[in-house]
């Protein structure tokens, strides 16, 4: 049985880092996936300003469950380079935040050019991996929309290709991408590292909703993960709600709080 640890990215609360503790501390979650304070990403702040953030975190005693970095949200081709330097920044933020997980994408471009850039995609990662091993980092792949590993079989050929990549898996972003939650949860699961928490309704239009309102099949999901997981296992609240439905919510905080009630409700129902 699964030990559930509910994080979330409270910057859909509030920008400044006050705000996301007090939406954090709110719904009663020790753990944040840390991604920009103050509308600024931690890849252009100084150590001691991150220092800072770690050290109000911990005051508040809460703790970074995954680095919510941009590396690999980028155009494929684009020179590796200067990517690369801000990856070997993205592992310096890891270890300033006291946490062994960085979130990170394959590669942007249209489908075609994507396709038929496949195996840089894989080199790159591959360099990637590598010096986040050596540096006890766990890169762990979001199967994001319009980057090479959206749909499931892209997604399997990224994780199955890269030895010690992790995967998260996001049912939301699978179903936009035109995938099926199903088909995506399997393609993940052999190298599943957490969860990322949205749904997403059939229409074709599609819409972000609350989890368990959509096609995501995320207590189905989650029953799986329970049953399969022995200790402690990341689900990481994405809320996205306001802006998809935002005639549902008063502000940010209400869609905030409401994506982690929908999370918790599917919880209690297991």
Not at 45 to 73: C, Q, R
Not at 143 to 160: Q, R, S, T
Request: contains cysteine; charged residues 25%.
């Amino acid at each position: 049985m699964a030990e559930f640890l509910i994080s979330a990215f409270a910057d859909e609360a509030a920008s400044e880092l006050s705000g996301q503790i007090a939406a954090l501390q709110r719904n009663g979650l020790k753990w944040v996936e840390l991604r920009a304070v103050n509308g600024s990403s931690l890849l252009k702040m100084s150590n001691e300003e991150i220092e800072e953030i770690y050290e109000e975190l911990k005051a508040a005693g809460i703790g970074v469950s995954s680095y919510g970095s941009p590396i690999g949200k980028y155009p494929i081709t684009e020179d590796f380079e200067p990517h690369l330097k801000d990856f070997r920044r993205a592992l310096e933020v890891c270890k300033l935040l006291h946490t062994h997980r960085m979130r990170m994408f394959s590669f942007q471009a249209d489908k075609e050019v994507l396709h038929a850039n496949r195996d840089e995609v894989i080199r790159r990662l591959s360099v990637m991996q590598k010096e986040a091993s050596a540096a006890g980092i766990l890169l762990c792949h979001e199967n994001e929309k319009k980057i090479y590993g959206e749909l499931p079989a892209e997604a399997a050929d990224v994780l199955g290709s890269v030895p010690g990549l992790r995967g998260i898996f996001d049912a939301s972003n699978c179903l936009e991408a035109g995938g099926t939650a199903s088909e995506g949860f399997a393609a993940t699961r052999p190298y599943l590292e957490y969860l990322h928490i949205k749904d997403h309704d059939a229409d074709p239009a599609g819409r972000v909703v609350p989890a368990g309102e959509g096609a995501g099949c995320l207590p189905e999901i989650l029953r799986e993960v329970n049953a399969s997981v022995d200790g402690e296992f990341f689900l990481s609240v994405e809320p996205h709600l306001t802006s998809w439905i935002p005639e549902r919510f008063p502000d940010k905080n209400a869609a905030f709080d409401a994506a982690v009630n929908a999370l918790k409700t599917l919880l209690a129902k297991l």
